[in-house]
T-cell receptor, first 109, second 113 residues
């Protein structure tokens, strides 16, 4: 079993829909990261959080430490949101990241 | 500051050849990480540096792989005697300190024929 599990693996949505991507992890962590990867490979950090909730524009990330679960929400989705969204955790005091396999999101008109 | 840069962006090589990749982190960042990502998978940790010291290496990093960060600034990752299984995206990231957000470069896509 992977230390970081994401669901769903693939997601297709219509423009305007509310989207939720889930991440569960099995190790103790110091922080959880949500990353976005566009075709071509570049990775952009969206959020780093260790408790509660963060919001940036149409993106919201939440984490429940007790349940070892995080969600990434996208409100009013748009085709430009189409990308792979990756959850990664930094366990304990180590700074290296352990990644999930990603959720491929496609938003259509 | 232009962020983390990697060179080259793409490398095609024949099996058995040596390749070297370069990563230039954000200038004041003392931590530098190398990750490898194969198609359809999330990145996997390879190694990381604090300044010029290589503090941890993954068991994924076989004897054919070596990484350096000689002056605590840029880093190089060399793969000797490349194999087809080395084909992947090699990602570099940097951070200011332990526990801080990591900033990723665009990656170097290696194809071994």
């Amino acid at each position: 079993k992977n230390e970081v599990e994401q669901s769903p693996q693939n997601l297709t949505a219509q423009e305007g829909e509310f989207i939720t991507i889930n991440c569960s992890y099995s190790v103790g962590i110091s922080a959880l990261h949500w990353l976005q990867q566009h075709p071509g490979g570049g990775i952009v950090s969206l959020f780093m959080l260790s408790s509660g909730k963060k919001k940036h524009g149409r993106l919201i990330a939440t984490i429940n430490i007790q349940e070892k679960h995080s969600s990434l929400h996208i409100t009013a989705s748009h085709p430009r949101d189409s990308a792979v969204y990756i959850c990664a955790v930094g366990p304990g005091t180590a700074s290296k990241l352990t990644f999930g396999t990603g959720t491929r999101l496609q938003v259509t008109l | 500051d232009t962020g983390v840069s990697q060179d080259p962006r793409h490398k095609i090589t024949k099996r058995g050849q040596n390749v070297t990749f370069r990563c230039d982190p954000i200038s004041e960042h003392n931590r530098l990480y190398w990750y490898r990502q194969t198609l359809g998978q999330g990145p996997e940790f390879l190694t990381y540096f604090q300044n010029e010291a290589q503090l941890e290496k993954s068991r994924l990093l076989s004897d054919r792989f070596s990484a350096e960060r000689p002056k605590g600034s840029f880093s190089t990752l060399e793969i000797q005697r490349t194999e087809q299984g080395d084909s992947a995206m090699y990602l570099c990231a940097s951070s200011l300190n332990i526990g801080n957000e990591q900033f990723f470069g665009p990656g170097t896509r290696l194809t071994v024929l």
